[in-house]
């Protein structure tokens, strides 16, 4: 789900769909999530008890990927290995929770499909700009809305 199209009323600039403020908010409570920085990555600035964790562009590892509310790498290598193997037991078959990891990291569909109970939303939001030619930037949110 693209957090753009959650976004309260005026917060989403209607031209380009960037956010106005320069930070993604919780769509549940409206703390915040990340404040946004200049060529497309993050910078930590949680307010909120939902968001779990969130993947910059270029995040390869789990030791990449910012953490929140008592989330951890481990946690979350867990959980997704799970989920992995549940939506792809014959991909996952011979693969260790780390390999599930890394498998499941670049897996669009996986991510859009996921079932996990630490995880119960997940967001993407993408920046675009120009460079020496259009480039864009996405980065993922998953978040404990519920329960």
């Known amino acids: 789900m693209r957090l753009e199209d959650i976004a309260p009323e005026g917060k989403v600039d209607a031209k380009d769909e960037t956010m106005i403020d320069g930070s993604i908010d919780c769509p549940k409570c409206g703390g915040v999530w990340v404040r946004l920085v200049e060529g497309g990555g993050i910078e930590e600035e949680t307010t909120c008890r939902h968001l779990r964790f969130a993947i910059e562009p270029g995040a390869t590892s789990p030791e990449e990927i ?4 008592g989330m951890t790498a481990e946690r979350l290598v867990a959980a997704v290995a799970r989920a992995y193997q549940l939506a792809n037991p014959a991909a996952a078959e011979d693969l260790s929770p780390e390999e ?6 670049f897996d669009e569909d996986f991510w859009k499909a996921a079932t996990m109970d630490e995880i119960d ?5 993408t920046e675009t700009g120009m460079a020496c030619g259009p480039v864009s930037h996405t980065c993922l949110f ?3 809305l519920e329960g």
Do not use: R
């Open 66 to 69: 910012h953490y929140f509310n």
């Open 100 to 105: 599930v990891f890394e498998e499941a990291l």
């Open 121 to 125: 939303a997940l967001f993407d939001h």
């Open 142 to 144: 998953g978040a404990k």
